[in-house]
């Protein structure tokens, strides 16, 4: 979790380029009059005409099956309280987000300014026919159970109070593995929760779904614990008020088994967990800060097993495990509505993935090596890229089951594949190296750090905990910049390479780099001067293991950045050259290029060595080379010398590395369209489509990845150096703060593989 969000650098994330998260994008071509006249009018009046005749076919002319309405009028927002409609749209427009990233749901996010209940349901009722469904968020009890409620009755596509449901599922599934870790049968167990707001009251009746007894339950508000004796208490309060003699928290905790948090932070003490019966199972979900701080939670009882909301504690109890593939499931079979068959099928589904090993994916994610089924994992990891293959069939399945879904699916193993395909399975990837690199963060070189977009870059890397940078410029320049800047990097170590502070490990260094390069030309004269060179002494820092890795050349031009780097460090033992290699997170998933910034015209060897490095660099991230060897040519088609080279080293590779799937020469577009590659090449080895590129020279590589970025504006990382024994990589120039924030990122990885 971020050490600090700073108020300056939310407001530039939600301002910069077009304001705001989310946009709306064409479906359909509409390049030429006669796309045009498709879309609209003439040929319009076609599917307005069908569905006027049969009014479920609007599913399938239109978005409706696959939009859902995130709707707020803003009174109950986050922890900010009542603060209206206009204010919850970055809230509404983050849910839309969700909902898009991790299950391919588009989102309108509505906010509407009403906050009587019934202005608000015929609101959202007028405005239905429009969306597949419906998650309704921030909005305050009591209202929003009437509201919910009311709009179930009446309406017939899936709703869901998201503030009161999701909460509700995901610590039901986490509860119900603490249980049967902690060799306890729910219908004894003793519960208190502490809140009585809407995510309360829907936990407890959930719980009370999967078999906790009612008079077992024991739930406080701000008031203390609430009794039938309680003057003025609401429907939902009184459904769980309590006969029994407690007064007090500290007395509701005393012989408890289960503790439910959704209050504030810090109120639980250690003497409260110490007095939990055997067992404890404590979900402290207040947020940012937990009712109890979990390593005094954990200090305090070995035997506990606990979770709260943080992303930087196991078990975080997350939304986000939920709700997508919730709707994601309804939305298929076209569901009447979410009802407690489904909610229970995807506590299930949860709580059942949770036993499954765990693929390397999620290990790598959360710097692991092995996470299993245990105190420490009770509940999936949000970045698990079998949450949508597995609660999304489940929530089907329970719809077709209960008799609320409108559509059958018959082959659920074909559904499953769609599901994967929606996403790709690499579109987390830039998330899984984050948190993989937060769980193991290395001391990076900034080698021109006399540079405001370096600088910014270096203060998030240290706030996000993925690295520990090193600047090297001159430090009052530096501090100066800081300053001008309102940067926070106090304590950050600045080393000024020119300064006679380093006049000593200068010489050091530079003598180090006359015995490499002594027979080549460098006098001892010329490598103590060469130090005084940031890339030069940033190079060598690395090199004796003062750093871990190194990235430079914003400003500098790519061969001052790369020399520097080979003379000292050098390549991997057995590597002639090194290449350099682009991740490109295209709308088709990832794609890794190379080369596309160092060999001009490699030969056929060179280019079977730049697709092998190439392919180990893909494992890495725990992704399946597919290569292609690209050429302007397939399988033969042309007979000239540069297609007979990809066929060449094509031949080479599969010669030496049998269990690679690799393809060539091939032409891009067929290494990349599965249909078309199966309809004319069906002895082709690739059975799904390439996610690794070799290009034939520097040319095509260089020119293929700045087409993509600039066309496409797909996000790339790199170019990523491969082959260097350790970590060096080497910046864009003019490139985005995002952009070296990636490739720190990338390097604090490499440097977690590189010994």
């Given amino acids: 979790m971020s050490k600090k969000i700073r108020k300056k650098e939310a407001l530039e994330y939600h301002a910069q380029g077009r304001p705001g998260k989310i946009e709306v994008v064409p479906t359909k071509k509409h390049s030429s009059q006669r796309d045009l006249s498709l879309a609209y009018s003439p040929g319009v009046a076609e599917p307005c005409i069908q569905i006027s005749k049969k009014k479920d076919d609007v599913y399938q002319y239109t978005a409706k099956g696959n939009l859902v309405a995130v709707i707020s009028n803003g009174s109950a927002v986050l922890g900010l309280g009542d603060i209206g409609p206009e204010a919850s749209k970055p809230v509404m427009e983050g849910k839309g987000l969700l909902f898009k990233i991790f299950a391919d749901i588009d989102v309108f996010d509505i906010e509407v300014d009403a906050s009587d209940v019934d202005t608000f349901v015929n609101t959202v009722k007028a405005i239905s026919p429009t969306f597949g469904g419906i998650n309704l968020e921030d909005i305050k009890a009591p209202e929003c159970f009437e509201i919910e409620r009311k709009l179930k009755d009446e309406l017939q596509i899936p709703i869901m109070h998201d503030d009161q449901h999701g909460t509700a599922i995901i610590s039901a599934a986490a509860l119900l593995n603490a249980l049967e870790l902690a060799n306890k049968k729910i219908d004894n167990i003793k519960v208190v929760i502490n809140g009585a707001g809407a995510a309360a009251m829907s936990c407890a009746r959930l719980y009370v779904s999967l078999g906790v007894k009612k008079e077992n339950i024991v739930m406080l508000d701000s008031k203390g614990v609430i009794r039938h004796n309680r ?437 891009a577009d067929f290494a990349l369209n599965k249909q078309k590659r199966d309809f004319v090449f069906p002895f082709s080895d690739l059975k799904e489509n390439a996610n690794t590129l070799i290009f034939p020279n520097l040319d095509a590589g260089n020119i293929a990845y700045k087409l993509i970025q600039e066309l496409d504006e797909t996000e790339a990382i790199g170019p990523i150096l491969i082959g260097m024994k350790k970590p060096v990589h080497i910046l864009q120039l003019g490139c985005s703060v995002r952009e070296i924030v990636n490739m720190v990122t990338i390097a604090v990885v490499d440097a977690q593989t590189k010994k």
């Fill in 231 to 667: 003057d003025n208490l609401t429907l939902e309060k009184a459904e769980f008020a309590t006969n029994r003699r407690i007064n007090n928290l500290k007395e509701a905790m005393n012989k408890s088994d289960v503790f439910l948090g959704l209050s504030m932070g810090n109120i639980v003490s250690v003497e409260m967990v110490q007095s939990m019966a055997k067992n404890p199972i404590v979900f402290a979900l207040a947020n940012p800060d937990p009712e109890i701080n979990y390593k005094k939670a954990v200090d305090a009882r070995e035997d506990i097993i606990m979770a709260t909301g943080r992303s930087d504690n196991p078990n975080q109890v997350n939304n986000v495990l939920g709700f997508p593939f919730i709707f994601r499931g309804a939305l298929d079979v076209r569901a009447k509505c979410i009802n407690e068959e489904m909610k229970l099928a995807a506590v299930q589904a949860l709580a059942e993935l949770t036993k499954e090993p765990v693929p390397d994916t999620v290990n790598l994610a959360y710097g692991e090596q092995s996470i299993s089924f245990g105190k420490e994992y009770i509940i999936p990891k949000p970045l698990d890229t079998r949450l949508i293959t597995v609660v999304a069939p489940a929530v089907a399945k329970a719809a077709i089951k209960s008799g609320v879904a409108q559509v059958e699916i018959s082959n659920w193993e074909k559904y499953k594949l769609e599901l994967n395909n929606r996403l790709g399975l690499d579109n987390k990837l830039i998330r899984s190296i984050t948190n993989r690199a937060k769980r193991n963060p290395k001391r990076v070189v900034f080698a021109e750090a006399e540079h405001y977009k370096i600088l910014k870059a270096a203060q998030q890397v240290r706030d996000e905990g993925i690295a520990e940078p090193i600047l090297l410029g001159r430090e009052n320049r530096i501090i100066e910049l800081i300053e001008e800047n309102s940067l926070e990097l106090k304590g950050v170590k600045i080393l000024d390479p020119k300064s006679d502070t380093e006049e000593k490990r200068r010489n050091e260094f530079g003598d180090i780099l006359f015995k490499k390069r002594q027979r080549k030309g460098v006098t001892q004269f010329e490598a103590r001067k060469l130090m005084r060179e940031r890339n030069y002494f940033g190079s060598m820092l690395v090199e004796i293991g003062d750093a871990d890795a190194l990235v430079s050349g914003i400003s500098r031009n790519y061969p001052s950045t790369l020399r520097p780097a080979l003379q000292i460090i050098g390549t991997e033992e057995g590597i002639d050259k090194v290449a350099g290699m682009f991740i490109m997170n295209t709308k088709k998933g990832t794609l890794f290029l190379a080369d596309t910034t160092i060999n001009i015209n490699p030969t056929a060897e060179e280019l079977a060595n730049i697709a092998t490095l190439t392919a180990n660099t893909v494992k890495r991230f725990n992704i399946k080379p597919k290569i292609a060897m690209l050429s302007y040519s397939n399988f033969g088609s042309s007979q000239t010398t540069d297609s007979k080279k990809i066929t060449e080293a094509t031949e080479l590779l599969k010669k030496e590395n049998k269990n690679l799937i690799i393809e060539g020469e091939i032409q």
